[in-house]
């Protein structure tokens, strides 16, 4: 991969979590592995009055953290020369001058302006940055999600930031399509001729799409009682994972080519009704119990959740498209917090034989499936039934696994990493445009509306399991179960 050429990087937000846990790190490891040019600076801006040898102490302390074994004292030293940090108040266009002082000495740069903010503070930025000339041919905004909390807020985002930037700038992130096993989910499907033949509803039973975590809201109860699971993890992450499964071939992978694909599955989901939402959805919410057998609290004993809060912490969905490739499969999607592990995975459950010639119970037939997982260990696993050593034609799953760590000795970018260069190169592929976010938001306002109107309450499930039992009972309706029951 050639060299990035030189760019500015303004982190707004830039004392924040994001920054700090995900951006900075990515950036330093692209400075290790000598991508970034010796004129490419990395300028971090906040309210917060620290000089920049603060920020830099700062930095260096909570990014060690995150880097772990990664991090080099020497090399660490070296990257933070490029680090610059601002003091700047998003409301106040004076507050952008010393920005522009800073900009304008390499007036010809690519320049990424990183929305690591509230959305509120997306139009004044972007005002500021307009009325300071210093959107350039060469400048993108990448904005950070929330990007609204319904179909008509998310269009007054996009409205003011369009006003400053072209669609072409705009780079609409989800890191999870920056996950290298998404990329490979690509690779797979549209690189070889194995798989395309069964991908389609004559041979795939379901499709099974989980996001699960671990943690709580972790210090957040009080912006996350706003938004719920719904909002912040299905809308966005498992839509474009589903787009990615469900996608038709596209004609390159030019950024659109692939995008309109994309959106073509979004427009083709079918619309709930009040009644799919009640039988085609569950909502939850978590109570106490244990994480790795240490005890943790129910979400309403949280700090900043009230103890009559609604807020669903976990959302499994039953999704149908309806074109001629996948009518009749069911899509489910699941994310929840304070569930056993964290694991991020698709599951393609194909159909069983029509007629099985060997003497197996039913209830040990288990069908063949492609597992690809993401998170914690990045692996696809394809199982099948196999005969057991022995005189007797006894069958049992087994699985070939295709290991990335094991079989690509390289080192594996992070997806904020693959997503941070894709945006310095003006390459728009693994971002999301705006009819594919609109399609998305119009897809699950239904499900939000009937919520907020519904006297019924989150189904409440223990902190440790996978969620209430009405998601099980969502896949027995159809005779299916999870991945982890079956």
Not at 354 to 366: C, E, G, L, T, Y
């Amino acid at each position: 991969m050639p060299m990035l050429p030189a760019f500015d990087m303004v982190l707004f937000g830039g004392t924040g979590d994001l920054v700090m846990r995900k951006l900075l790190p990515a950036l330093y490891h692209q400075h290790r592995d000598g991508m970034l040019s010796k004129d490419s600076r990395v300028i971090a801006v906040a309210p917060n009055d620290l000089s920049r040898a603060d920020f830099q102490a700062l930095a260096e302390k909570q990014c060690s953290e995150f880097l772990g074994a990664a991090y080099d004292y020497p090399t660490w030293q070296a990257f933070s020369r490029r680090v610059h940090y601002l003091q700047l108040d998003a409301n106040n266009r004076a507050s952008f001058n010393p920005l522009q002082t800073l900009l304008d000495e390499a007036p010809d740069k690519v320049r990424v302006f990183y929305l690591s903010t509230s959305p509120t503070l997306f139009t004044p930025i972007c005002a500021h940055l307009a009325d300071a000339q210093l959107i350039t041919p060469q400048a993108r905004n990448v904005p950070e999600k929330p990007l609204g909390h319904d179909l008509q807020s998310s269009r007054e985002i996009n409205d003011a930031i369009g006003d400053y930037f072209s669609e072409q700038q705009i780079f609409r992130i989800d890191h999870y399509l920056g996950k290298e096993p998404v990329q490979n989910l690509l690779a797979l499907r549209f690189g070889n001729a194995l798989f395309e033949p069964l991908w389609r509803r004559e041979w795939v039973r379901d499709v099974q799409i989980t996001v699960a975590e671990q943690l709580g809201v972790e210090g957040r109860g009080a912006f996350y009682d706003k938004i719920g699971a719904l909002r912040d993890m299905l809308q966005n992450h498992l839509l474009q994972l589903l787009c990615i499964v469900a996608m038709e071939p596209p004609s390159s992978i030019d950024p659109d080519a692939v995008r309109d694909e994309k959106l073509k599955v979004l427009r083709a989901l079918r619309p709930f009704t009040d009644h799919d939402v009640a039988t085609k959805t569950v909502r939850g919410q978590y109570r106490a119990g244990a994480i790795d057998g240490q005890p943790v609290p129910a979400y309403q004993e949280e700090g900043g959740i009230g103890d009559s809060s609604r807020t669903e912490t976990f959302v499994a969905v039953k999704a149908e498209i309806d074109n001629w490739r996948w009518a009749g499969v069911p899509f489910f999607l699941r994310t929840g917090k304070r569930m056993p592990e964290k694991l991020a995975e698709i599951v393609i459950n194909f159909r069983e034989v029509p007629h099985s010639i060997f003497d197996v119970p039913a209830h040990a037939r288990q069908p063949n499936k492609l597992v690809i997982r993401m998170q914690p260990d990045e692996s696809m696993k394809l199982y099948f039934l196999a005969k057991t050593p022995g005189d007797a034609m006894s069958l049992n799953q087994v699985s070939l696994n295709l290991d990335f760590e094991e079989i690509f000795k390289t080192r594996r970018l992070e997806a904020y990493e693959r997503l941070l260069m894709d945006a310095v190169r003006g390459k728009l592929t693994l971002f999301v445009r705006r009819d594919e976010q609109e399609a998305a938001w119009r897809w699950v306002e239904p499900i939000l509306s009937t919520w907020a109107v519904s006297h019924d309450r989150p189904k409440h499930y223990t902190a440790g399991s996978w969620g209430p039992a009405s998601s099980s009972a969502l896949l027995s309706r159809d005779g299916l179960q999870w991945h982890e029951e079956a």
